[in-house]
């Protein structure tokens, strides 16, 4: 009999809170004495939906992979909205994004500004990792990109 109570009190109060704090809010953070460019040291996301997508490499709709940088880099974020979408979210919502660069250069870090300024609001970025590495699973991919994101 206690074990019943219990496991309907818990039920209750699950029901309870899961409605409380059913909308997700964010929050962006750069405490003092750092200084990011382009991306939030912190990003606090209160409960909702989280989505995790999966890193998106640079193949378009019929399986090709540009050996151009930019392009590849470009087809990335591409691939990314619509990964999002179909979860039913933006890149408004992407809270955590991880960049891996196959024999990354600075240079590269300027293209992958410029191109991700096209998705990502720079007042409000997610928090952001870049890794360079020496290879993918193909050796034409030169760039890959996962993200959480979180949703009401």
């Known amino acids: 009999m206690i074990f019943r109570k219990a ?9 309870t809170v899961s409605t409380v704090l059913s909308q997700t809010q964010k929050q962006y953070l750069n405490p003092d004495g750092t200084k990011p460019v382009g991306f939030s040291q912190v990003v ?3 409960p909702g939906k989280t989505i995790y997508l999966s890193g998106q ?5 019929a399986g090709q992979i540009s050996s151009d940088f930019e392009q590849q880099t ?21 809270v955590k994004m991880q960049i891996f ?13 410029k191109v991700r300024l096209r998705y990502i609001d720079n007042e409000h970025p997610p928090a952001t990792t870049l890794v360079g590495v020496s290879a993918f699973f193909r050796p034409e991919v030169k760039i890959e990109i996962d993200v959480i994101a979180t949703v009401d």
């Open 7 to 15: 496991r309907l009190f818990f039920f209750c109060c699950s029901l």
């Open 44 to 46: 606090v996301a209160n």
């Open 57 to 61: 490499v640079p193949f378009d709709a």
């Open 74 to 94: 470009a087809q990335v974020y591409d691939n990314i909205q619509k990964a999002l979408v179909a979860a039913g979210a933006t890149f408004a919502d992407v």
């Open 101 to 113: 660069v196959v024999d990354y250069t600075p240079e590269k870090l300027e293209i992958i500004r």
